[in-house]
């Protein structure tokens, strides 16, 4: 498995862009990158995942870089809800499973 | 929308005992995997199941067992149940099996050996 390296903590003011970074240097062509967030004891929740293009949806904005060796996960306007642990997880191939690291945990402060 | 729905939220159980959890995936989904989250740790993946049969292994221990039903609910059995059994244990689905087939979680059963 292709394996991440996430800040073990970041801080953020409320109404402000969250931008979380992800090197992820050994990612094979097969594989995509998932972001999922968890949220004190609740079950992970899923943000998003790309293979090379940028992605957006309701929720986060993903920038893959074009050598896809890092990526950054944009919260455009973090609010005191967004307040978790994000993990940023490589899958694909034959690999189904999500392999949980350390992730990133977010503080958003008012 | 419907979510993954897990039974029980909680349980307690005491040392030695055995436990059934259970994970009743989003309608149409097929395939389902079960994480373990320890005190302090990050989930990790235990097992999981495609279409009722077994599809990948973690670090599963020998006294745990699970299965995939017809109608695609899985049940993780554990029994000669330890402290370090005390845990949170997510059961996610996923509409199949692939890398690009997003898992959604449950809310969780929390476990607690006494």
């Known amino acids: 498995d292709a394996k991440t390296t996430q800040p073990p903590s970041m801080d953020c003011a409320e109404g402000r862009a969250a931008n979380l970074p992800c090197n992820h240097s050994t990612i094979s062509g097969n594989e995509y990158v998932y972001w999922y967030r968890q949220i004190h004891s609740q079950g992970p929740q899923y943000i998003i995942h790309?293979?090379?293009n940028n992605e957006t949806n309701e929720m986060a904005s993903l920038i893959i870089t074009e050598d896809r060796k890092s990526s950054t996960l944009i919260l455009p306007h973090a609010t005191l809800r967004d307040t978790a642990v994000y993990y940023c997880i490589v899958r694909g191939g034959s690999n189904y499973k999500l392999t949980f690291g350390k992730g990133t945990l977010l503080t958003v402060n008012p | 929308a419907a979510g993954v729905i897990q039974s029980p939220r909680h349980l307690i159980k005491e040392k030695r005992e055995t436990a059934t959890l259970k994970c009743y995936p989003i309608?149409?989904?097929?395939?389902v995997y079960w994480y373990q989250q320890g005190p302090g740790q990050d989930p990790q993946f235990l097992i999981s199941?495609?279409?009722?049969?077994?599809?990948d292994k973690g670090s599963i221990p020998d006294r745990f067992s699970a299965q995939q039903f017809s109608d695609y609910h899985s049940e993780l059995n554990m029994s000669s149940l330890e402290l370090g059994d005390s845990a949170l244990y997510f059961c996610a689905s996923s509409l199949d099996r692939y890398s690009t087939d997003t898992q959604y979680f449950g809310p969780g059963t929390r476990l607690t050996v006494l």
């Open positions: 199941f495609y279409e009722k049969m077994q599809s």
């Open positions: 309608p149409r989904h097929d395939t």
């Open positions: 790309g293979l090379k």
